[in-house]
């Protein structure tokens, strides 16, 4: 088995319906996808404005209720989804289908132009809608596995995931569809995606040198550039709001929980599940309890919001021995 492949929990054999959440998600991806294919057909028949706009609310609604029906009909489908990988990828496909759509209609001579702006909007609405659903499976199939209260339950620090590169990709391909589809040049969408990528590029080599400098004595890169006295002043009343710190409010930091069959990363929003073959090492540092992942970045625990870091950490290795000594 490679070190990307884990193996993964089974389901319980009985699971309830799917929640209203994830019916209305359901129904809002395939309504989304009912508007986009309206509005290329639309345009690629030469229908009216008036037409195809009166005809949208008819498209999203069946949509809607053909997506919350279907999904009300199997039971288990959020967590049987986010059971594995490549079932939650199955939800990219739609949004891959109309992006190259998309470079059809631009790059191939004869067709119009115009249609790019139904199949854009469905590559990004439903890219969007689709990784909102990732989530919502990964959050659901770790509530199934690990129905009983954790071992332990230690504060963590916020990961940046790939929610980043999602958005730059989003506007730089909003920017060179609806450009290229109303007859802009494609210097000037060039130059706009040009501007995005300088943007993001930038953004993103801030957040990995924050991410390099966390370990750093002193605290983290940010933290040191970050004025000491944040907050504005009006009419002599100083206006401020905490940040979220282990000084502040430790308790507003997100979790992860142990348990015997791995570890579930618990935010406000959402919940992943990590089995503990896909932890390498488990060690503690003069700051942070680390939980080491290959090719990924590792999740830390800082020992400041653990009342005895030493104690949790032996826990978590008995724990993590003997998950690995059962499976082997």
Request: charged share 15%; with cysteine.
């Amino acid at each position: 088995m490679s070190s990307r492949q884990h193996r993964r929990p089974a389901l319980p054999d009985t699971l309830d319906a799917p929640d209203i959440g994830f019916v209305a998600a359901c129904g809002v991806y395939l309504g989304v996808i009912c508007i986009a294919a309206l509005v290329a057909v639309g345009i690629a028949a030469g229908w009216t404005v008036p037409t195809i706009i009166g005809s949208l609310s008819s498209a999203g609604t069946v949509g809607l209720i053909a997506g919350a029906v279907l999904a009300n009909r199997l039971p288990g489908l959020p967590e049987r989804l986010g059971e594995r990988r490549r079932r939650q990828l199955g939800l990219l496909v739609t949004p891959g289908a109309f992006a190259a759509l998309s470079g059809l209609v631009l790059f191939v001579p004869g067709l119009p132009r115009a249609t790019a702006t139904g199949t854009g909007f469905g590559a990004i609405a439903s890219l969007a809608v689709g990784v909102m659903m990732i989530s919502m499976v990964k959050t659901r199939y770790a509530r199934a596995i690990t129905p009983e209260e954790p071992m332990l339950s230690v504060p963590r620090q916020h990961q940046v995931t790939g929610q980043v590169a999602l958005a730059s990709a989003s506007v730089a391909v909003s920017l060179a569809v609806v450009g290229s589809s109303v007859g802009v040049s494609w210097r000037a969408v060039l130059s706009n995606l040009l501007f995005v990528g300088v943007f993001f590029g930038f953004f993103l080599v801030l957040v990995l040198v924050q991410w390099a400098s966390n370990s750093e004595r002193g605290g983290s890169l940010l933290g040191r550039l970050l004025p000491d006295d944040q907050g504005a002043t009006r009419f002599g009343q100083k206006y401020a709001m905490d940040a979220v710190t282990l000084d502040t409010n430790p308790d507003a930091l997100p979790t992860l929980e142990v348990y015997e069959l791995g570890i579930v990363l618990k935010s406000d929003t959402d919940a992943r599940f990590l089995p503990w073959d896909a932890i390498t090492t488990v060690r503690l540092t003069e700051e942070y309890l680390l939980f080491e992942r290959p090719w990924w970045v590792d999740i830390r625990c800082p020992r400041g919001a653990i009342a005895d870091s030493r104690a949790v950490y032996a826990e978590v290795q008995r724990v993590r021995q003997a998950a690995v000594t059962s499976s082997s």
